[in-house]
């Protein structure tokens, strides 16, 4: 029987160029290939055909040969070596990884590993003044940044990386384990594919040198704890070229010591004298933005809260302020006078006559209990 035409196996035109048959190749060996096919029995010897058919047109000694003498021109042996098997996926696909990642083995290609550079994370304390209304700070970090002497090559000024011996470039090496080929990363050169002969002796054949430097960081109004502000490409620099990484910049907002924050809403203590939760009043109490005042309406209790609407943060995502929730403490009174205990002890006795009407809640609080031990 007659061997197919490896032009027409591939699908191509007799002057189809190199990537038009590469991409024809990988087309249909993503097509054919057994792995993929478990219950196609045909699939195996289509997938040799095409492979077959590429091994011979990607060599242009091999496709000067067979457009000129067909078949008879190939040499057989390396015909069939084409065709004897299919491999693992990556065999098949080695030119199409390598071209991705920039590996590989396909074509004797050498293998260059780029990495982009670390992310870097900084933790920023601030105050919730400097939170609530924006402000600039600067911060002095450490780093690895490209070695200027090398320029990142790590080899020493005048030298240059040389093919690693041990991989040949490739950056992998096949590692045997009975029936199985295990592809490893070249543990000499790292998986870059060159080694450094002669190191540089600034970064030591790193490429990095490790430096601090002072970065500028704008805080918009309304961050909150464990904000990040990203500063891009001020992270690690990369190896091999690769781009350098980010840097994050986390927000840690230090305690107050008037306010808590929640979400927008700030929330404070307000002491407020006996006599001033009793007889009612106004006082004084601090703002993001200066002192406010509140009534005290006569009776207030210990607990009560008073809002004052816009008085809180404006969040980053927000489109109106929080609120300022004061939250009132009365306050017992200590370091009493002799005169100060009388007027008490009078007001106590005086309170005592008719408790249910002067202390309300304290005689509810004890019918519960009377009601509790009765049961």
Sequence with gaps: MAKKDYYEILGVSRDASEDDLKKSYRKLAMKWHPDRNPDNPKAEENFKECKEAYEVLSDAQKRAAYDQFGHAGVNSSAAGGAGAGFGGFSDAFGDIFGDI?????????????????????????????????????????????????????GAKPGTEPVTCTTCNGHGQVRVQQGFFSIQQTCQRCHGNGKMIASPCGTCSGTGRIKKNKTLAVKIPAGVNEGDRIRLSGEGEAGTNGGPPGDLYVVMQIKPHNVFTREQNDLHCEMPVSFTTAALGGEIEIPTLDGYAKIKIPAETQSGKVFRLRGKGIKGIRSTGYGDLLCHVVVETPVNLTTRQRELLQEFEMISNKDTSRHNPRAQSWMDRVKSFFAE
């Design 101 to 153: 990642f920039g590996g590989g083995n396909g074509g004797g290609r050498q293998r260059s590993t780029v990495y982009r550079g670390a992310d870097l994370r900084y933790n920023l304390e601030i105050t919730l003044e400097d939170a609530a209304r924006g402000s600039e700070t600067r911060i002095r970090i450490p780093a690895l940044e490209e070695c200027e002497t090398c320029d990142g090559s």
